[in-house]
């Protein structure tokens, strides 16, 4: 069992946390490599163990059986990529402040030894494919697990658009964006944006208007085989903003269409705690009824 074992140094300084998962990892009989998640910032001088051989996850990944990842939810998304793109199972520690999408707390890395033996279960969620365009032009596509988010940026203006479900107008928004999301991003941004909670293993495209400003702007829970398109003005000449998982914001203009569907692949994440969903919302993020 090859593991690849990828910890945040922002978060886990001296990679002490992942330096004992590997511990106990071996000890049980696996077989680890550690790598970063992503390129250090340029100038940053990171706190990294003397003597401690990093591998780099594009090398690592095609051989691996499983991904262990160190951070918060933002580190998890980041890494979730690279794993569905090898088809590669991935468990997240929580290193942050909610971490909703991690397996396991620091505290709980013993948890980790059963991995060693294939002692596991696999839970597949659903994600998005994202593209952007320019008359018939793609100049931008994607991958989400959580969520798109078409936004008018900081400035202080109306962002306008339409939303269609398979080329049939769903609603006209007119404020500061739209979140299309999956069940799993729907405990993220579009549940601050009063979108519903939807069951993370569920099949459903979540559409929620942000800071809308008309009375009968409400969220919405599409089938998974629509395709949703977010289209601007033809002639506005204010630009709005494309994130993907919270990712670098693609810059849109008049005419622009974001399409939005089902992906054909999946994330797949490592079970290990026996815990509910509904349980692990009243633990991190205060109950449904408090």
């Known amino acids: 069992m090859k593991i690849v074992l990828s910890s945040n140094p922002y978060r886990d300084k001296g990679l002490r946390v992942a330096m004992e998962a590997r511990r106990v990892l071996e000890h049980a009989g696996a077989q680890t490599v550690m790598c970063l998640p992503f390129q250090p910032k340029k100038g940053d001088r990171l706190d990294l163990p003397r003597h401690l051989s990093l591998s780099m996850l594009e090398k690592e990944l095609p051989t691996a059986d499983l991904l262990i990842c160190f951070g918060g939810d933002g580190t998890i998304l980041h890494a979730a990529r690279?794993?569905?793109?090898?088809?590669?199972?991935i468990l997240g520690v929580n290193l942050g402040s909610v971490g909703?999408?991690?397996?396991?707390?620091?505290?709980?890395?013993p948890l980790l030894a059963p991995l060693a033996h294939g002692m596991y279960t696999i839970e597949e969620r659903m994600m998005l494919d994202v593209k952007v365009l320019r008359g018939d032009r793609v100049i931008s596509q994607?991958?989400?697990?959580?969520?798109?988010?078409?936004?008018?940026?900081s400035m202080a203006r109306v962002a306008e658009m339409e939303v269609l479900a398979d080329r049939v107008k769903v609603t006209s928004i007119t404020g500061d964006g739209v979140i299309v999301a999956t069940p799993t991003g729907s405990?993220?941004?579009?549940?601050?944006a009063g979108g519903p909670i939807v069951e993370p293993t569920s099949k459903s495209i979540i559409v929620t208007p942000v800071c809308a400003h008309q009375l009968a702007a409400r969220a919405m829970v599409l089938a998974p085989e629509r395709v949703v398109s977010v289209q601007l003005p033809r002639g506005n000449r204010k630009y709005l903003y494309l994130s993907v998982d919270?990712?670098?914001?693609?810059?849109?203009?008049g005419g622009d269409r974001v399409e939005i569907c089902?992906?054909?692949?999946?994330?797949?994440?490592?079970?290990?705690?026996?815990?509910?969903?509904?349980?692990?919302?009243?633990?991190?993020l205060g109950g449904l009824n408090q």
């Open 246 to 253: 919270g990712g670098k914001a693609v810059r849109l203009t």
């Open 82 to 89: 690279d794993a569905t793109l090898h088809n590669i199972a």
């Open 142 to 153: 994607d991958t989400a697990l959580n969520d798109a988010v078409i936004s008018k940026g």
């Open 187 to 192: 405990t993220a941004y579009s549940m601050s």
């Open 100 to 109: 909703f999408m991690a397996e396991l707390e620091r505290s709980e890395l």
């Open 262 to 284: 089902r992906s054909e692949r999946a994330t797949q994440l490592v079970r290990l705690a026996d815990r509910s969903f509904y349980e692990v919302i009243n633990q991190k």
